[in-house]
């Protein structure tokens, strides 16, 4: 019965009236949903923020981890650059061949004639090992002079020792007045001493 009242209260109103009404009831509707769906995008936005904010956090954390396998890298490099230069002042091996080689090239430089070379036994110290060879050289003054400069400059390390000089007797002073020097030395070079290595022909 009320139901109809209120249907018939409605039909009572005027054509301007009911517009009124119906833009009212409109309005409501259409703040409803507005609620609704602003509060849904609201939530979508909140959202969207707090994965922005995780990956920028984990894009700092990539870029922290890159920097810090870069600096990684680098050390690595300079560690393995500064082993191999450490190997050639002190190889892990006697190398006699290339110790051969070496102060045959400075002697050729030098215009050192060299003689004879014997490799001599290797005398354990406690930290590296000695690599000792016997030469016997030929050449005037300044040569022998420069052939051991030569030598020192060397990235390995050579250490000329027992130096015995003379000047050779059938040799005459030449138009410059230089003679020319037969000489005896002991080029010793070094290696690294290997673990559990025993001392052998220490000195």
Known sequence: M?????????ARLSL?????FALILMGIVAALYFVVFFTDVDGQINQAIAQEQSLKGELQQAEEAKAAYQKDVEERAKKQQSEREQRKVLPDEAETPSFLSSVQGIA??????????????????????????SLELEGR?????????????????????NIEMEVMPTQAASDTGEVVLAVK?????????KSGEPEKGKK
Do not use: W
Not at 2 to 10: D, E, H
Not at 141 to 161: S, W
Not at 185 to 193: N, P
């Open 2 to 10: 009320a139901v109809k009242t209120s249907t018939s209260s409605l």
């Open 16 to 20: 301007p009236a009911k517009f009124v």
């Open 108 to 133: 050729t430089i030098s215009g050192v004639t060299l003689k004879t070379y014997k490799p001599e036994d290797e005398g354990s110290e406690e930290y590296y090992v000695r690599v000792p060879m």
């Open 141 to 161: 003054f300044h040569q022998i002079a420069r052939f051991f400069f030569g030598v020192g400059q060397l990235d390995r390390v050579i250490n000329i020792e």
């Open 185 to 193: 030395c002991l080029a010793t070079a070094f290696r690294s001493k």
